[in-house]
């Protein structure tokens, strides 16, 4: 089994609608949780960090269950400027602090 | 900043020729990964660095495969002999605890 699990899509969505995709994890002692963002052919790049509390950033929201360690982002109002592939990503530091990525998500936001 | 810098952004050789990548950490980081990305298995950390030691090398391949960081500011990705299922884009990212991970542009490698 992978340390971080993704929904496999692809996700097909007009503008404006609303997308969730799901992570989970299987190190309980994982202690950061983030959403990266990586556009076709370029590298991964900081989304946001998810915290225990849920966060908020414009249209994204991010949401940690710790105890289904279970992540979530959830994107409303989609803009065609939002295709791209979303990466879980979860940090151990039972581990090193090292970045362990979920497989992606790959989202297209059609017109 | 001119963020983290790698070195060649495209490169193309023949099945059993060395191969070296290379990387410019972000000044201050004290953090390198070495990451590889492909199709079938996404992103999977290689080896990382802390201080210029490496930590963590679990990832690495196989012995084709090695890494050297012999100074804060730059450190290199070796496979030597290369073969085929080596295609794939390297990543090189730095951190520190006081500030994000940032990743390099990657290296596209296709060996032939």
């Known amino acids: 089994r992978k340390e971080v699990e993704q929904d496999p899509g692809p996700f097909n969505v007009p503008e404006g609608a609303t997308v969730a995709f799901n992570c989970t994890y299987s190190?309980?002692?994982?202690?950061?949780f983030f959403w990266y963002r990586q556009d076709c052919r370029k590298e991964p790049k900081l989304l946001m960090s998810?915290?225990?509390s849920g966060n908020e950033d414009g249209r994204f929201t991010a949401q940690l269950n710790r105890a289904s360690q279970y992540i979530s982002l959830l994107i409303r109002d989609s803009k065609l400027s939002d295709s791209a592939t979303y990466l879980c990503?979860?940090?151990?530091?039972?581990?090193?602090?090292?970045?362990?990525f979920g497989q992606g998500t790959e989202l297209s936001v059609k017109p | 900043d001119a963020g983290v810098i790698q070195s060649p952004r495209h490169e193309v050789t023949e099945m059993g020729q060395e191969v070296t990548l290379r990387c410019k950490p972000i000044?201050?980081?004290?953090?390198l990964f070495w990451y590889r990305q492909t199709m079938m298995r996404g992103l999977e950390l290689l080896i990382y660095?802390?201080?210029?030691?490496?930590?963590?090398d679990s990832g690495m391949p196989e012995d084709r495969f090695s890494a050297k960081m012999p100074n804060a500011s730059f450190s290199t990705l070796k496979i030597q002999p290369s073969e085929p299922r080596d295609s794939a884009v390297y990543f090189c990212?730095?951190?520190?605890?006081?500030?994000?991970?940032?990743f390099g542009s990657g290296t596209r490698l296709t060996v032939v």
């Open positions: 990212a730095s951190s520190s605890t006081n500030y994000g991970y940032t």
């Open positions: 990503v979860v940090i151990s530091y039972n581990q090193g602090g090292k970045l362990i």
């Open positions: 660095f802390n201080n210029n030691v490496p930590i963590d």
């Open positions: 000044s201050g980081h004290d953090y």
């Open positions: 998810v915290y225990s």
């Open positions: 190190n309980s002692a994982s202690q950061s």
